[in-house]
């Protein structure tokens, strides 16, 4: 006769106490703000685009600002199943354009740059800041932002090897705080 066991639990255990990671005090002064700034879905995606916008430059975000954007996302996907339509939600972004329209003329503006990795990282970027989802839906902006990043990754590969590692560092802004140590030649 054969035992069988049950299964090992996989994953974390389900948490219902608030995370004790964190800056618990900024966290609960933009719940409140979220709760009482957002009784439309209008406001909710004006903060959300604004959240975007005011820490687009931001490098690094910390753990708290992490935390405050998707609890803004998720403000706004609550709000936009209660004021719109199945269907507008899979043709429509939460900006009031057409998603079909959106992403050809994402894909359109990337043929215009042309080879200049500069100009696609900028359209790339700002496609993600504005569309990400729940602004756009996931499948068209997956499908879209993949295109975009392919695009984007023919033209750096074009002359990679005609610069130097240092001309490299220097067009992209990279800082090299320790450098390794370099092999001693054998005589």
Known sequence: MTTTRAPAKEGADFRLEPSPYGNKAKRAD??????AGTTS???AVAM???WRADHADDPV???DDLWIE???EHRVAVLRFDEMTNDQIRSETLTDEKVADVCRAALDAAGDAGDDPAALEELVAAFRRRYRPPIMPSSPFMRAETELAEILMKAREKNWYGETLDELREARGVVVHKAGKKKKEAS
């Open 61 to 63: 975000s910390d753990q």
């Open 70 to 72: 998707a609890h803004i």
């Open 48 to 50: 959300l685009l604004q």
């Open 30 to 35: 933009w719940e409140a703000r979220i709760e």
């Open 41 to 43: 879905l209008g406001d």
